[in-house]
């Protein structure tokens, strides 16, 4: 039998998962279907702009961290300042978010009954459903106000999805795991960073490179040389004699192991002749498209200081965007002298029609919004628009049973895993640290 393990798809998972392997003095092949690694992770030059047309930042890990030493990379990362402020559109106004416990007793967000609420969140107890919703756990714990005004941005900017939508469970495992332990997140928070004291952690801040984010992924190509297999699609999978074959173009590859790191869709039609149950679980995750508009207004043209990471918006009929990243204030080299540049979301389960916009029509509502909201007023400058069909997964009510019925087929096929944003967090970090759990 061989010991080979072959890796399906060169995104941060199929990169990050065979390049664990390979250090930990495995054998494994990493086949990718395009030219170019690094999937959704996309970072291009055009007159002068740095753009990141999928993930634009990178929270700091430890994992993270991890590989950026092993790569070499540490004298080309930076970091925002942790404290840059980020602001939510709220009636109109960009409110800053309140980031201490006087900010939110001070905050013009909330009432002040729902700050009194607040403050009683210690004393709620537990009374949790197993598909209770991230929309109903919040308000049962912090006040309809909190998640209507706080949580819901959040999650259109993390998920760009509906907080009444997604499982809580499988959104936010860590608040449900410390309300199950503790009857309180307040609690569990407090109880679990003092049994992590002394322990090492990363530093604070948001994480990019002076090339941007594709630096990761292509210093991990590099790191690979050989075993990276470019221009290989994946055909087929089958079992042969207690190894797994995958049927490429230039031939199959066999090994003992096979780690499924493509999209949802695509591992969902490659296991489907082996594990129907498995891949019904992964044409179970919704993937609502997304725009990413990158546009740049000359700064004489910005209606106040862009002076933090950016903004999200809490629901309004008035708006239609998710909310924008301030690029040029939140990273260097962003855009040339006398520009700023903002990166703008659109779409998502929130606001699904807008995929059927025109370009020109996308910019022509984003400018709208972000002049409403004094934050630029007039025409921008279209740097770029990148348009995702299927963009962040969904961990919507059933998620966690979807999970399982993976792990129920990697523990019937030995050998297999599923790796992906649709399991275990949609973040880079997330992405980064579950993929090097292949480490021997």
Known sequence: M???????????????????????????????????????????????????????????????????????????????????????????????LPSSPGAFLTTSLLSPGAKLRLLAEPFRGRRSREDESVFDLFSRRLGPEVAERIVEPFVGGIFAGNSSLLEAAAAFPTLVRWERAHGSFLRGAFL????????????????SFREGLETLPRALARALGQSLRLATPALGIERRNGNWVVRTPAGDFEGAGLVLAVPAAAASALIRPISAEASDALDGIPHPA??????????????????????????????????????????????????????????????????????????????RDLEAERVA???????MITRWDGAIPQYEKGHLRRIEALASAEAALPGLRFLGSYRGGVSVGDVVRNALTLRA
């Open 2 to 96: 061989s010991s080979r393990t072959i890796v399906v798809g060169a995104g941060l998972s199929g990169l990050t998962a065979a390049y664990a392997l390979i250090r930990s003095g495995m054998d494994a092949v990493l086949l990718e279907r395009s030219q170019r690694p690094g999937g959704v992770v996309r970072t291009e030059r055009r007159d002068d702009f740095l753009l990141e047309a999928g993930p634009n930042t990178v929270r700091s890990t430890p994992e993270i961290h991890y590989l950026v030493r092993e790569l070499g990379l540490s004298g080309q990362m930076l970091v925002a300042n942790p404290r840059a402020a980020r602001y939510l559109d709220f009636r109109g106004r960009l409110l800053p």
């Open 192 to 207: 679990e960073r003092r049994a992590r004291r002394g322990e090492p952690s990363a530093p604070k801040g948001l994480l």
């Open 377 to 383: 007023r007039g025409s921008p400058r279209v740097v």
């Open 290 to 367: 997304l725009a990413v508009l990158h546009l740049a207004w000359a700064r004489a043209d910005l209606m106040r200081p862009l002076d933090g990471f950016g903004h999200l918006v809490v629901p309004d009929p008035s708006r239609r965007i998710l909310g924008a990243v301030w690029s040029s204030s939140l990273f260097s080299n962003r855009a040339p002298e006398g520009y700023a540049l903002l990166t703008v979301f659109l779409g998502g389960a929130r606001d699904p029609e807008a995929m059927g916009l025109s370009d020109e029509e996308l910019a022509v509502v984003a400018a």
